[in-house]
């Protein structure tokens, strides 16, 4: 069990005489994680643990490497790239013909595209099923092992602002034209998930492996996070004005508001689900994955899949 009691110490004394305290330092309150689960395997959903990890594409039989123009990931290598530009910014965008690698039951039945290039100094590993979209960045340079939590959390966060789209949308109630799924512009998006994954979040330091992993702060019994009673209540909190959108539990049906971080002192990676404003909610202990790979449907209603993808 994950205990809530901690006490405010130095980081230095706390590692020499406790295991289970608070570090309070630069705004972030880190906590030590209990004895189990007390590193990155055994914190992360197994999906997105083995998605951070790229395989060896020798132990993979010939029937589970699919050729790029198969029409069997045709829907798939168009989501793919949909989402990649969905969130990340175009600075950050692979050349257009980078390759993609369609792994089909890669594990657990999960059908896997994975797509890996070179940008800002880092190498970017994106790896997705149909319902989780992974991103992992390892330093091009040789670097020292970062030790320190808060400088973890920090560099964590300040990638966070970097790496994500500066603007996103949302979905929202118009009163004036008395119209609903009304595109509602997001401003400062990446600035708004740094501030929900770090500075609001649960931040642990993870002992055994000296790794830390953040998460979004979940909701909480704020009259502003419930679900609302009825369609006009649902209406005010949906306008497209509402100020305190982010605070609401609407704002739980996006991928923004719910990414997750982990720094290992060498790597720095992002996971998510695939969440775009419906009423359906994903997670990591489904198993929608396995039929992602098929043949197409005759329309597929998305904006732009294979659009720009920025400088090369």
Not at 118 to 133: C, D, H, L, P, R
Request: a neutral charge; hydrophobic letters at 35%; charged letters at 25%.
């Amino acid at each position: 069990m994950i205990t809530k009691e901690y006490k405010t110490l130095s980081f230095h004394i706390l590692l020499s005489l406790f295991s289970t305290q608070a570090i309070f330092a630069h705004n972030y309150d880190i906590l030590i994680h209990p004895e189990e689960p007390n590193n990155l395997k055994k914190i992360l959903p197994a999906p997105v643990y083995n998605l951070l990890h790229w395989p060896d594409q020798s132990a993979l039989n010939k029937a589970q490497i699919i050729d790029s123009n198969s029409p069997e990931v045709s829907t798939a290598k168009k989501f793919s790239m949909y989402w990649i530009k969905k969130t990340l910014d175009s600075s950050w965008l692979p050349a257009k013909d980078s390759e993609r690698l369609f792994i089909k039951d890669e594990y657990d039945h999960r059908d896997v595209v994975r797509m890996k290039w070179m940008k800002n100094g880092y190498i970017i590993e994106v790896s997705q099923t149909a319902s989780i979209f992974t991103v992992k960045l390892s330093p091009m340079k040789d670097s020292t092992k970062e030790t320190d939590p808060n400088s973890m959390i920090r560099k964590a966060s300040l990638l966070c602002k970097k790496l994500f789209n500066h603007e996103g949308y949302r979905w929202g109630w118009d009163s004036q034209t008395m119209r609903n799924g009304v595109k509602v512009p997001i401003d400062n998006l990446s600035n708004k998930i740094a501030y929900f994954t770090f500075t609001s979040g649960v931040l642990w330091y993870l002992k055994n492996d000296g790794a830390v992993h953040s998460m979004p702060k979940p909701m909480g019994g704020n009259v502003k996070e419930r679900m609302p009673k009825n369609d006009e209540e649902a209406k005010l909190i949906n306008d497209i004005d509402n100020p305190e959108w982010f605070r609401s539990s609407y704002s739980w049906h996006y991928w923004f508001r719910n990414v997750n971080s982990w720094h290992n002192g060498i790597d720095i990676g992002f996971y998510f689900l695939k969440i775009e404003g419906g009423a359906w909610l994903p997670n990591y202990a489904g198993n929608i994955d396995n039929n992602w790979f098929k043949e197409p449907r005759p329309t597929i209603n998305i904006e732009d899949p294979e659009g720009s993808y920025g400088n090369k």
